[in-house]
């Protein structure tokens, strides 16, 4: 796909000259966004009610309405961090990509784990790419430059593995599943981490690597709470080409590309499972227009 054209999560739609004031250069454009969202669970408040339901804003325009509506300011102009947008890492990267797909940047989502907010644990995250005429610069636009010991702006191999990467990993017997996840307490009612967590990730890459930017509690299709009974043979196949396609395979690009588009386990059609964390079971399907 056409990375520098915006997809219907992240268009920014009447919004859209919001970011013609934007900065010219990626480190103003990311600070920007760090400017317009507050991690839910990072950002040191606890929001509740109608706040803490923000985190299920699925379109940019949507965000960026909310921004608007109780700031109404041009976006580089500051924000307290109880006035930003409630959100996760999903918001910030589709915001970033959406920045620059505005210039006419080629840019994406990348969705994996990360080792650097935790000693012995991996957490889920998302983070971006864009590609700078030469090759795909991946950065963490949700955090400050020189607070790791890495740059944020331009990841290094290690520091954050795709999801594809790490089921490759545990189906190998190379990884323990149990230290990837959202959360690794090991007596929660539902246990956010561990195998089906690492495969329901890998079809959350391939979506968002196809245009669909989904937030991380969308369910759809060959998803499951459970590796019993999973289609676990197309998940390696699609981990398997995502690896490959990374690695400059333009024919697995296509194949899993091709997939996405024709298998009824993978393709998301508008109808989603929604696990929100702002949300309380029974969780019900929804409708997504």
Not at 25 to 44: F, K, P, S, T
Not at 162 to 172: D, I, K
Not at 217 to 235: F, H, K, Q, V, Y
Request: charged share 25%; with cysteine; glycine share 10%.
């Amino acid at each position: 796909m056409d990375y520098a054209i915006q997809t219907r999560w992240s268009d920014p739609g009447v919004h859209a000259g919001l970011f013609d004031a934007l900065p010219d250069d990626i480190a103003g454009v990311a600070a920007v966004v760090r400017n317009l969202v507050i991690h839910y669970r990072g950002g040191g408040i606890e929001f509740t009610g109608e706040r803490l339901a923000e985190i299920d804003s699925r379109w940019v325009s949507a965000i960026l309405a909310t921004d608007q509506s109780r700031n109404g300011t041009p976006l580089a102009e500051p924000r307290e961090p109880v006035d930003r947008v409630v959100g996760c890492c999903r918001d910030h990267t589709l915001l970033f990509v959406s920045a620059l797909r505005h210039k006419g940047i080629p840019a994406r989502s990348r969705v994996g784990f990360a080792e650097y907010f935790a000693e012995g644990f991996n957490h889920d995250h998302v983070v971006a790419e864009y590609f700078n005429s030469e090759r795909w610069v991946m950065i963490d636009s949700e955090l400050e430059p020189g607070t790791y010991p890495f740059d944020v702006a331009d990841i290094p191999a290690g520091p954050f593995r795709s999801a594809a990467e790490v089921w490759l990993g545990y189906r190998a017997g190379e990884l323990d599943g149990d230290l990837y996840g959202a959360d690794p307490t090991p007596d929660a009612p539902l246990k956010l981490h561990g195998g089906w967590f690492i495969r329901n990730y890998v079809h959350y890459q391939l979506a968002h690597l196809n245009g669909d930017e989904l937030l991380l509690w969308d369910n759809w299709g060959a998803m499951s709470d459970r590796l019993d009974g999973a289609d676990i043979e197309l998940t390696d196949r699609i981990a398997r080409l995502m690896v490959a396609s990374d690695n400059g395979d333009e024919t697995a690009t296509k194949e899993v590309d091709d997939l996405y588009r024709t298998h009824p386990g993978l393709t998301f059609t508008g109808r989603s499972f929604v696990t929100s964390p702002a949300g309380k079971p029974p969780f019900e399907w929804v409708d997504l227009v």
